[in-house]
């Protein structure tokens, strides 16, 4: 768990945690460039690449394309978060909850950074490179949105638009893997998808809100402020919405429909209960995201089992 600072902030930081105690001290620095500390952003990432792969499939998924999806994730989200850490170094510096990174902090110098990042992208490529030819191609076109989203902060209100973007590409990726195409619900689940990052980095981002308007970059929670919850519910509405869509291209049973709706009580709970002027609150709803999306997970599992 995250700890709080001098200045009330949610730290970045988390400490005494497996990396400090067991992790050869050379790779420490390394280690937490990569947030292997804070396994949320993996989660986040993985599973719409685990919702793709379920929903295309007939019958149980393949055990093997998942674990190389889990893998796949753990080595691509640490690359763009080195990617983020390297373009944002000189704004990290100067926000409290990431000032004790470890490129603001001196640990990794930027030279080794893009080190660091070519042998992430190295092994990201070999996985990638299992899939087939469509999917690979498909997988390889959303790196210009990772090297986007660092730069989207500077330019507009929706950086956290362009990381849901990013982050549920894994959702077409998945689809593909298995059926060697796209189709139209893994488009409605890719969309549901992205409002569904829209609404928690949105809650994600009031922890930093602060340090952002005194640094100079821009994010969803500063476009809207006391409007949030309004937001959040449009947001979760329309994630749910679109997954109904895609069960309904996939002419899904009425158990697929009743998961969605059962779930997205958390969503409810989520909007109902978060406090965007507290650090604690914001981190706690949008790590709970994690298990949101291994219930929808389950749903479409179940789905595909019927099927």
């Not at 763009?80 to 990174?101: E, F, H, P, Y």
């Not at 902090?105 to 990638?128: K, T």
Request: glycine share 8%; proline share 5%; with cysteine.
């Amino acid at each position: 768990m995250s700890h709080m600072d001098r200045t009330g902030s949610a730290s970045d930081i988390v400490r005494d945690h497996w990396i400090d105690r067991y992790a050869p001290r050379p790779l420490r620095p390394y280690l937490t460039l990569a947030r292997m500390d804070r396994p949320i952003g993996t989660w986040l990432l993985v599973l719409p690449c685990w919702w793709g792969v379920t929903l295309a499939s007939d019958g149980p998924p393949d055990g093997a394309l998942l674990v190389l999806f889990a893998i796949g994730a753990l080595v691509m989200r640490g690359a763009g978060c080195t990617i983020n850490d390297i373009v944002d170094r000189d704004i990290d510096a100067r926000v409290a909850r990431t000032a004790g990174r470890p490129i603001p902090r001196g640990d990794v110098s930027v030279v080794q950074a893009f080190a660091f990042l070519g042998i992430q992208l190295g092994i990201g490529l070999v996985i990638v490179l299992q899939l087939n030819t469509y999917t690979i191609w498909l997988a390889i076109s959303s790196l210009g949105l990772v090297v986007l989203y660092p730069f989207a902060k500077r330019v507009t209100y929706w950086p956290q638009l362009v990381l849901g973007l990013t982050f549920n590409w894994g959702a077409l990726v998945g689809w593909a893997s298995v059926r060697g195409q796209l189709d139209w619900p893994a488009v409605a689940l890719y969309t549901g998808g992205v409002f569904w990052t829209l609404g928690y980095d949105t809650i994600y981002a009031h922890q930093d809100k602060k340090d952002d308007l005194e640094a100079g970059v821009k994010s969803s929670a500063l476009a809207l402020q006391d409007r949030t919850r309004t937001w959040l519910f449009v947001f979760y509405g329309l994630t749910i919405l679109l997954f109904s869509a895609a069960g309904y291209f996939l002419n899904a049973s009425p158990v697929f429909f009743a998961g969605v709706i059962v779930c997205s009580a958390h969503l409810l709970w989520q909007v109902g209960s978060v406090d965007i002027d507290d650090p604690r609150n914001c981190s706690a709803k949008f790590r709970s995201n994690r298990d949101f999306g291994l219930a929808m997970l389950v749903v479409f599992m179940v789905e595909t089992v019927l099927r």
